[in-house]
């Protein structure tokens, strides 16, 4: 069966590109959805259900982040969220910080993210990658904070 394909290489969350490179056809993506092996993010981006996520015993913040940031590719993780990413603070928000283009937010509001909007390919200046995620750099991360009085 071409599902277990995402089980072996333990890709929990796929675009339908990324599906179409492991040689599942979006016909067959919209048979595993009716199934219930996958369910549907957002547009062209899916997910394992839990039944068939057995390979992530908990979801770490990695992952959640991960999960977002598909959603919003031209996003940066900053603020609190980056802060836990560098090791540097504590469970302090549920809510995931991502600074995006004021020209691009997305309008459509998605669950446990606060968007922060700020001029165009500002949010590129200062960042890291930190477990594939793109973060600001520490410096950024704190003067942000600052600025924000957070």
Not at 88 to 98: P, R
Not at 108 to 134: A, C, F, G, Q, W
């Amino acid at each position: 069966m071409k599902f277990d394909v995402f089980i072996r290489k333990k890709i929990s969350l796929f675009s339908t590109k990324e599906a179409r490179s492991l040689g599942v056809s979006p016909q067959l993506l919209a048979i595993y959805l009716k199934k219930g092996l996958v369910e549907k993010v957002s547009h062209g981006i899916y997910r394992l259900t839990e039944n068939e996520n057995q390979f992530l015993s908990e979801t770490s913040l990695e992952v959640i982040i991960a999960e977002k940031i598909k959603i919003i590719p031209q996003g940066v993780i900053g603020f609190k969220t980056a802060l836990r990413l560098y090791g540097l603070g504590e469970v302090l928000s549920s809510d995931i910080d991502i600074i995006v283009p004021s020209d691009n937010v997305p309008k459509r509001l998605l669950e446990d993210v606060k968007l922060y909007p700020v001029p165009k390919n500002v949010h590129k200046i200062s960042t890291k990658v930190i477990n594939h995620i793109r973060v600001t750099s520490l410096e950024r991360t704190l003067v942000d904070l600052m600025r924000r009085e957070e």
